[in-house]
């Protein structure tokens, strides 16, 4: 399993055209963001804002560049972000490096020291096929298993590892049913199920993506404090209207050809009766997990027991009792995501205390007015466009601040309204292999083209921006009064 991750990783990094060295176009985008700040470095102060504030756009402007084009990892954008702010004399060096000393960072940390435990004794292997066992009986119910399965793993274990695990287990089944690669609708389907569910069942739940985190973390920080319980309550209802949505959706768009299953069945129960039973380490690690998520859900308090300390406890655990080791953790846990988290929240906070955040919102009103309804319609599609074309992350952290600033100054838009409203639309990426890990891992087994993903994620994307708005406007603002 540890191989096929590894593989998916480096065609992952092949698709998205990363290379070790500086290319000509890399230097072009590093030199352009730069520029960026160079020019609001000698531009005049507008009406309404302070230098440091000024500066902060600028800051903001060449992190968007940055991270959208990757010309340098993610990570390296993040920490450029920390030091930049005390260089320029924004923030003092001591106020923007405390900001990544923010619980939620630990709280990520934790919960990846999880998912790895999961990974390394195969658990979530087993998890996977015992799923899909329930879901063999026509080729639809399938696909909807595998969109099912991938969306349930994504609530405790992050998206791109849920894709990188079921990738092999689906194109074993494929092959073993015969399917040709781009000619198959079952084939594209049966992929597109693994990227959609992943990305849909990231919303679910704190673990599922980085930016959720993120967004509780910048909450956390102007005094609104979301529990694990919390985000289920806000999320659970998009994900699921979202999935038989865009399930229907996948069929519609690829009306699927094969009428049996049989080889398929046989060969998810062939995987099954190779994993054997749950040995020591397994259940060890099944319960552990199952401890921290009760606790994450019913016991979590924003002051002493918080989620970061919960997750923390539960890694510790894993130490304990001999289920998981520090190489374990050098090996799994993506540091890189914990830099970038960290470059978002000064970041985030540099928006808010040197008003800039406000300043921009303020602009934002000239074209949307104080109307809510246009407010919270036009954060959706802002934040689905974005997310499309570069990092969740890097989407959700630039827009944030935004977003907060907007809240302090429309009537029936909380903060806390519009941080949902950016994270949950922030892991809608469907268009483009590009959005997010989970369509590059999927495309990567070249059963779908990328017009195939697009003519899809075009209408999913609508589909679900529609779902999130109407749960805003009716669940949301009705029921929980964000």
């Given at each position: 399993?540890?191989?096929?991750?590894?593989?998916?990783?480096?065609?992952?990094?092949?698709?998205?055209?990363?290379?070790?060295?500086?290319?000509?176009?890399?230097?072009?985008?590093?030199?352009?963001?730069?520029?960026?700040?160079?020019?609001?470095?000698?531009?005049?102060?507008?009406?309404?804002?302070?230098?440091?504030?000024?500066?902060?756009?600028?800051?903001?402007?060449?992190?968007?560049?940055?991270?959208?084009?990757?010309?340098?990892?993610?990570?390296?954008?993040?920490?450029?972000?920390?030091?930049?702010?005390?260089?320029?004399?924004?923030?003092?060096?001591?106020?923007?490096?405390?900001?990544?000393?923010?619980?939620?960072?630990?709280?990520?940390?934790?919960?990846?020291?999880?998912?790895?435990?999961?990974?390394?004794?195969?658990?979530?292997?087993?998890?996977?096929?015992?799923?899909?066992?329930?879901?063999?009986?026509?080729?639809?119910?399938?696909?909807?298993?595998?969109?099912?399965?991938?969306?349930?793993?994504?609530?405790?274990?992050?998206?791109?590892?849920?894709?990188?695990?079921?990738?092999?287990?689906?194109?074993?089944?494929?092959?073993?049913?015969?399917?040709?690669?781009?000619?198959?609708?079952?084939?594209?389907?049966?992929?597109?199920?693994?990227?959609?569910?992943?990305?849909?069942?990231?919303?679910?739940?704190?673990?599922?993506?980085?930016?959720?985190?993120?967004?509780?973390?910048?909450?956390?920080?102007?005094?609104?404090?979301?529990?694990?319980?919390?985000?289920?309550?806000?999320?659970?209802?998009?994900?699921?209207?979202?999935?038989?949505?865009?399930?229907?959706?996948?069929?519609?768009?690829?009306?699927?050809?094969?009428?049996?299953?049989?080889?398929?069945?046989?060969?998810?129960?062939?995987q099954v009766s190779r994993s054997g039973k749950m040995g020591r380490y397994e259940l060890t690690v099944l319960c552990i997990v199952v401890l921290t998520i009760i606790l994450w859900i019913f016991v979590s308090s924003p002051t002493y027991f918080s989620l970061?300390?919960?997750?923390?406890?539960?890694?510790?655990?894993?130490?304990?009792?001999?289920?998981?080791?520090?190489?374990?953790?050098?090996?799994?846990?993506?540091?890189?995501?914990?830099?970038?988290?960290?470059?978002?929240?000064?970041?985030?906070?540099?928006?808010?205390?040197?008003?800039?955040?406000?300043?921009?919102?303020?602009?934002?009103?000239?074209?949307?007015?104080?109307?809510?309804?246009?407010?919270?319609?036009?954060?959706?599609?802002?934040?689905?466009?974005?997310?499309?074309?570069?990092?969740?992350?890097?989407?959700?952290?630039?827009?944030?601040?935004?977003?907060?600033?907007?809240?302090?100054?429309?009537?029936?838009?909380?903060?806390?309204?519009?941080?949902?409203?950016?994270?949950?639309?922030?892991?809608?990426?469907?268009?483009?292999?590009?959005?997010?890990?989970?369509?590059?891992?999927?495309?990567?087994?070249?059963?779908?083209?990328?017009?195939?993903?697009?003519?899809?994620?075009?209408?999913?994307?609508?589909?679900?921006?529609?779902?999130?708005?109407?749960?805003?406007?009716?669940?949301?603002?009705?029921?929980?009064?964000?």
């Open positions: 399993m540890e191989k096929d991750t590894e593989k998916m990783e480096e065609e992952y990094k092949v698709i998205k055209g990363k290379s070790p060295t500086l290319s000509k176009r890399n230097i072009l985008f590093i030199a352009v963001a730069f520029l960026v700040v160079v020019l609001f470095y000698f531009l005049p102060i507008p009406e309404g804002l302070s230098n440091n504030g000024k500066m902060m756009i600028g800051i903001l402007l060449m992190g968007g560049i940055l991270w959208i084009t990757e010309p340098i990892p993610l990570a390296v954008t993040g920490l450029l972000i920390i030091i930049i702010q005390p260089i320029l004399g924004i923030m003092p060096a001591g106020d923007v490096f405390s900001s990544f000393g923010n619980q939620a960072v630990f709280f990520l940390i934790g919960a990846f020291i999880l998912a790895g435990a999961l990974e390394k004794h195969g658990l979530h292997k087993r998890i996977a096929l015992k799923f899909l066992s329930f879901f063999e009986k026509n080729p639809k119910l399938f696909t909807f298993g595998i969109m099912i399965s991938c969306a349930f793993l994504s609530f405790i274990m992050p998206e791109h590892g849920v894709a990188a695990m079921f990738l092999p287990i689906v194109i074993s089944i494929l092959i073993a049913m015969k399917i040709t690669p781009r000619k198959s609708n079952f084939g594209i389907v049966s992929m597109l199920s693994i990227a959609y569910g992943c990305s849909i069942g990231s919303l679910g739940t704190l673990i599922g993506g980085a930016r959720n985190p993120l967004t509780i973390g910048m909450l956390s920080d102007i005094g609104y404090s979301v529990s694990f319980f919390d985000w289920m309550t806000y999320s659970m209802p998009i994900v699921f209207i979202s999935l038989p949505l865009v399930w229907l959706i996948l069929h519609i768009s690829f009306p699927i050809e094969i009428k049996n299953i049989a080889s398929a069945k046989t060969e998810i129960n062939r970061a300390v919960i997750a923390i406890l539960g890694s510790i655990l894993l130490f304990f009792t001999g289920c998981i080791t520090w190489k374990d953790v050098e090996q799994r846990v993506p540091w890189g995501i914990i830099l970038l988290y960290g470059g978002a929240i000064t970041l985030g906070i540099g928006m808010q205390k040197t008003g800039a955040g406000s300043w921009i919102a303020h602009r934002l009103f000239d074209v949307t007015g104080n109307n809510p309804y246009l407010v919270i319609f036009g954060l959706i599609i802002l934040t689905v466009l974005l997310t499309n074309i570069m990092s969740n992350v890097g989407a959700v952290a630039i827009l944030l601040p935004i977003g907060l600033a907007i809240a302090t100054e429309v009537p029936g838009v909380s903060p806390l309204l519009a941080s949902m409203l950016i994270a949950l639309s922030g892991g809608l990426a469907f268009i483009f292999i590009i959005a997010t890990p989970g369509n590059a891992i999927a495309y990567s087994s070249g059963y779908f083209s990328s017009r195939d993903l697009l003519k899809a994620g075009v209408v999913a994307n609508i589909a679900c921006i529609g779902v999130i708005f109407l749960v805003a406007i009716i669940y949301w603002k009705g029921v929980l009064n964000l």
